[in-house]
């Protein structure tokens, strides 16, 4: 089965740091792009970052400099790495695995920002 599981969501100040893992099951995802989306309430997913299968790396401006993606193929897993984060970027954070035509979606995990 095909799958992709994020952890490491939680609570946190803001300020704080967190880093987001996505695990990818069920095949071996090193020709995807990789990427992380966010949904907060009552507001449209967006794109946070995403990593090509060469490494090639995009972020959202409102994350540039805050936010690091990286991806390990060995472990076939994602990450996110968040710091100095801010109250706006409370949302529920999915993880995205994109190859041709076709997409996989997360479960997603939330993250909470405190002021």
């Known amino acids: 089965q095909v799958q992709l599981v994020e952890s490491g969501g939680g609570l946190v100040q803001a300020g704080g740091s967190l880093r987001l893992s996505c695990a990818a099951s069920g095949r071996t995802f090193s020709s995807y792009a990789m990427g992380w989306f966010r949904q907060a309430a009552g507001k449209q997913r967006e794109l946070v970052a995403r990593?090509?299968?060469?490494?090639?790396?995009d972020y959202a401006d409102s994350v540039k400099g805050r936010f690091t993606i990286s991806r390990d193929v060995a472990k076939n897993t994602v990450y996110l790495q968040m710091s100095s984060l801010k109250p706006e970027d409370t949302a529920v954070y999915y993880c995205n695995a994109a190859f041709l035509l076709e997409t996989i979606w997360g479960k997603g995990t939330l993250v909470t920002v405190s002021s």
């Open positions: 990593i090509s299968s060469l490494g090639i790396t």
